[in-house]
Every structure is written in C-alpha cells, then in structure tokens.
C-alpha cells in the first residue's frame, strides 16, 4: 500500500509494471511489444491532453474518460491508405487498454475498471487462406528450382505443411530436440509452453537431407539463415521472407500462417479430432480451434452443393 502523501507512478511507470506483470506470466515477446506499441501510442495522445511532461498522480479517477475517448477516436481515425481503420486494427487497439485497465482495477491501481462493459466490435466470419494440392507442389518446386538453400526451403515448407508450427515455433526448433526414429519434436508455443509435434516419413527424409547435406551446423537451431555464412538461426522475419519469396516463384500468397490454417483444415478433412487439433496447434481454448471446424463444414456444403445427386438426377425440377 502506498504511503499517503507520497506521489503515485507516472503513466510510464505503471506500464512498465504492467509489462513485468505479463513477462512474469511468460507471455511472449511479441506479445510484450504488440501491448508497449499500443500503450505507448495511447500515452504519447493522452500527453496532449494532460500537458508535457505527463503527470505524477496518475491513474486519476476522470482519466477513465480519456481511455475511451482516445477508442472513440481510433474508431474515426484513417489508415496510412487513406481509408478507415480495419475492425480487426480496432479490435487489438481495444483488447490491449482493456487488459491494462483490468489489470489496473485488479491490483487495486483504480478503484473500477475504466473500460469494463466496453462491448469490442464484431469481425466478420472470413474463410482462412490455405493452400490447395497443386498450390503445395508448386511451393515445394519453387524451392528446388530457385532457392540459394533449397533442401532448407523445402523443408521448411514440408515441415510446416505437416505440423502447423507458429513462425517462431519453427525458428525455435532445436536439433538436439529433434527424435527421428519416432519423427517428433519439442516445440516451445506462447507463453513458453512446450508441446511435441510429429511429422511423416517423407517429412523427415527432406530434413534429413538438409542436416546432413546443406545445414551449416553452427549454431543449436535446425533451421539457420542463410544471411550468415557461420549460420545464424533463422528468424520469424526471416522465414516470411523465405515464404514470399517462394510464393511469388510458384504464383501464391504464402505466408507462414498460412501453412498452419492449411494443416488444420486438411486434418480436420481427414477425420481429425477436433480436441486432438487443439493440442496439436497448442491452443489453450478449444474455441480457437473449432472455428477451422466451421470452415470444414461450410466446404463439405459447398462441396455437397456441386455434387448434390438429387440436383445431378433431378435438375433444377421443382418440388
């Protein structure tokens, strides 16, 4: 409990507990920086408010105000491109000064929490980007045919195909972690979490073949860069770079996300289980996995539509 009398933190001071608060939650460092942009950019908008510098006794009760001011002004504020704002850019502006003024009435910083009841918008249901048969073949030929590391690319984009890692799951792959006579591996997901992930014979045939033939080897990952000749690992932004690269060679959008929607939804296609895909892509809820469930459904109508026998035997006749 604070002394009384004795000033309160800055603006600045309290998020940087905040952040302590997440690191000692083991939450990742993305996720670390993705809550200090968005904090930072709505504290350098309050400044103008309160006045340079920001003020000792913060947080006060009236600034519960300025947190959904500064929402309501999101909502109205134009993109680089000149257009409004996506729902989605909205929705992660509002669920980070939400956690934060939670996590502030939580610990008794301010008596209420400034945002609760604050409704965040609704996303339209989109389909997720994934890749078709011919789509992967083209990928993987791309990667033999014009990669400066092809046994690598390709590779990584077998192994993603079939284990539907997250990007820094896939850079953070150790070697030594690596069980080949049971073709699994240790992968480290958000917050730290481990999980163990399995691949399929020709899978661990192509990385093999890169271990053994290309790999630099100097370093403890099993995927390294080709950016340094003494093998420096390979990095998240790294491997976006290695997917577009691949994609504009074989005629696709590719990104490493999208591998991972691709192996869900073609697991779930082929008889997975819907639970055993939630710790396959290490989700904590089972609602981050069942939406790929929605996407199976709406293509087995679609599938059904096209295939229907009655439209086949029947046409367009009439009931």
């Keep these: 409990m604070m002394a009384r009398?004795?000033?309160?933190?800055?603006?600045?001071?309290?998020?940087?507990?905040?952040?302590?608060?997440?690191?000692?939650?083991?939450?990742?460092?993305?996720?670390?920086?993705?809550?200090?942009?968005?904090?930072?950019?709505?504290?350098?908008?309050?400044?103008?408010?309160?006045?340079?510098?920001?003020?000792?006794?913060?947080?006060?009760?009236?600034?519960?105000?300025?947190?959904?001011?500064?929402?309501?002004?999101?909502?109205?504020?134009?993109?680089?491109r000149g257009g409004p704002k996506s729902a989605a850019y909205v929705k992660t502006i509002r669920s980070s000064l939400r956690s934060f003024c939670r996590w502030m009435a939580e610990t008794g910083r301010v008596e209420t929490d400034f945002l609760a009841g604050q409704a965040q918008p609704k996303l339209p249901e989109k389909l997720k980007e994934r890749f078709n048969p011919d789509e992967v073949q083209r990928l993987v030929s791309a990667a033999r045919a014009f990669s400066r590391n092809?046994?690598?690319?390709?590779?990584?984009?077998?192994?993603?195909?079939?284990?539907?890692?997250?990007?820094a799951e896939v850079c953070g792959l150790l070697t030594a972690e690596i069980d080949w006579t049971a073709r699994q591996t240790k992968v480290v997901g958000k917050g730290r979490k481990e999980r163990y992930v399995f691949f399929s014979p020709?899978?661990?045939?192509?990385?093999?073949?890169y271990w053994t033939e290309e790999r630099p080897g100097h370093t403890p990952y099993f995927f390294e860069s080709e950016a340094s000749k003494d093998g420096a690992p390979l990095t998240p932004s790294g491997l976006l770079s290695v997917c577009k690269r691949l994609g504009q060679h074989a005629g696709v959008r590719a990104n490493p996300h999208k591998f991972r929607h691709t192996f869900a939804i073609t697991y779930l296609r082929a008889g997975g289980d819907v639970f055993a895909l939630l710790k396959r892509l290490g989700h904590s809820q089972l609602a981050m996995s069942e939406h790929y469930a929605k996407h199976v459904t709406e293509d087995l109508r679609r599938e059904h539509d096209q295939h229907s026998p009655d439209q086949f035997l029947l046409g367009q006749e009439s009931t």
């Design 202 to 209: 020709g899978v661990a045939a192509a990385m093999r073949r």
């Design 150 to 167: 092809p046994l690598r690319d390709a590779a990584l984009v077998r192994f993603m195909l079939d284990t539907g890692c997250r990007a």
């Design 5 to 80: 009398g004795r000033h309160k933190p800055t603006f600045e001071q309290v998020v940087e507990q905040y952040l302590f608060h997440l690191q000692d939650k083991r939450c990742a460092e993305a996720t670390l920086r993705w809550h200090r942009y968005h904090l930072g950019r709505f504290g350098a908008w309050a400044q103008l408010r309160w006045g340079n510098p920001s003020p000792v006794d913060w947080p006060r009760s009236e600034d519960g105000l300025l947190f959904r001011r500064y929402l309501s002004e999101v909502n109205t504020q134009a993109s680089a």
